[in-house]
């Protein structure tokens, strides 16, 4: 069974940072892709970032977090993070891990979320 | 800031048929395959259709995806009241590098 346990959010105050944590289980970590997804409260869901299977990893990233975030994985540990530098009231969300598919252009399993809060 | 705009509500008594749109541009649906996903509120979302029209294993064929040029729909046949929840529409975006999703939909079962 794919499992996606994301950890490491919190309460931060403007400007500071935070790094999430997505630890994978139930499937060859190293041959998939994987994301960032967030959603704030009671609005839709945004692509955050992207991060390939390669070692040399390809990585995009939404405008909105472009230069702050950083998005990096250990396949050692099956493991993919989210180091989020100069934090914004607006980046206040629950973030989900989600793995790309091998089979389309997509998502297809997603983590249970964890919660950012950005606020003084 | 969502780059695939759906209707933001859609509502149908049990058994009837609703359809949910999705409109984009030619860097997006017009060029890559369309999924959807379903979200029940405080829940992560699910994978209900992909590459267009197609459903993975487990959901009901109740479900149904379709595409042409730049817009996409889904369609949900025989509504059930555990279909009450929020339908995102998404895709990759050739020019931004980045997978969109729609405004998404709620569906309310009367």
């Known amino acids: 069974e794919v499992q996606l346990v994301e950890s490491g959010g919190g309460l931060v105050q403007p400007g500071g940072s935070l790094r999430l944590s997505c630890e994978a289980s139930?499937?060859?970590?190293?041959?998939?892709?994987l994301n960032w997804v967030r959603q704030a409260p009671g609005k839709g869901l945004e692509w955050v970032s992207y991060?390939?299977?390669?070692?040399?990893?390809?990585?995009y990233y939404a405008d909105s977090v472009r230069g702050r975030f950083t998005i990096s994985r250990d396949n050692a540990r099956n493991s993919l993070y989210l180091q989020m530098n100069s934090l914004r009231d607006e980046d206040t969300a629950v973030y989900y891990c989600?793995?790309?598919?091998?089979?389309?252009?997509?998502?297809?399993?997603w983590g249970q979320g964890t919660l950012v809060t950005v606020s003084s | 800031q969502s780059v695939l705009t759906q209707p933001p509500s859609a509502s149908g008594t049990p058994g009837q048929r609703v359809t949910i749109s999705c409109s984009g541009s030619s860097s997006n649906i017009g060029s890559n395959t369309v999924n959807w996903y379903q979200q029940v509120p405080g829940t992560a979302p699910k994978l209900l259709i992909y590459s267009n029209n197609q459903r993975p294993s487990g959901v009901p064929d109740r479900f149904s995806g379709s595409k042409s040029g730049t817009s996409a729909s889904l369609a949900i046949s025989g509504l059930q009241s555990e279909d009450e929840a929020d339908y995102y529409c998404a895709a990759w975006d050739d020019s931004l590098n980045g997978y969109v999703f729609g405004t998404g939909t709620k569906v309310t079962v009367l």
């Open positions: 139930g499937f060859t970590f190293r041959s998939y892709s």
């Open positions: 991060i390939s299977t390669s070692i040399s990893s390809t990585v």
């Open positions: 989600a793995r790309g598919s091998v089979t389309f252009g997509g998502v297809d399993y």
